[in-house]
């Protein structure tokens, strides 16, 4: 009933900058909140950044000054700004959104869709 695409990722050298983009479609009523979480191999997923309905933000220790979450309402997009990127950085990102969507004509609510994850390298 809904999917999230995420796009933007890459390679890029230490310092560098890259923006993810991440659109919801389907039949939704409306998307709460909204953030971006990335995977490491070895390691657990970890969230990076989230952002509210409202837009209010939270921001991983290790990303706070350098990255910037923000939302298009209207187009049922986050992005995910990244600056001064470092070699730890780099991981898959995925996209993930708490949206109520049109089930019939009935409303359901999942709190966890997931995308597909685009992949970030940042060289040293």
């Known amino acids: 009933q809904v999917q999230l695409v995420e796009s933007g990722g890459g390679l890029v050298q230490s310092g560098g900058s890259l923006r993810l983009s991440c659109a919801a479609s389907?039949?939704?009523?409306?998307?709460?909140?909204m953030g971006w979480y990335r995977q490491a191999p070895g390691n657990q997923r970890e969230l990076v950044a989230a952002i509210t309905s409202g837009g209010t933000t939270t921001y991983a220790d290790s990303v706070k000054g350098r990255f910037t979450i923000s939302r298009d309402n209207a187009k049922n997009t986050v992005y995910l700004q990244m600056n001064s990127l470092k070699p730890e950085d780099t991981a898959v990102y995925y996209c993930?959104?708490?949206?109520?969507?049109?089930?019939?004509?009935?409303?359901?609510?999942?709190?966890?869709?997931w995308g597909q994850g685009t992949r970030v390298t940042v060289s040293s």
């Open positions: 993930n959104a708490d949206i109520t969507y049109y089930r019939g004509r009935d409303l359901s609510r999942e709190y966890d869709y």
């Open positions: 389907g039949r939704i009523f409306s998307i709460h909140a």
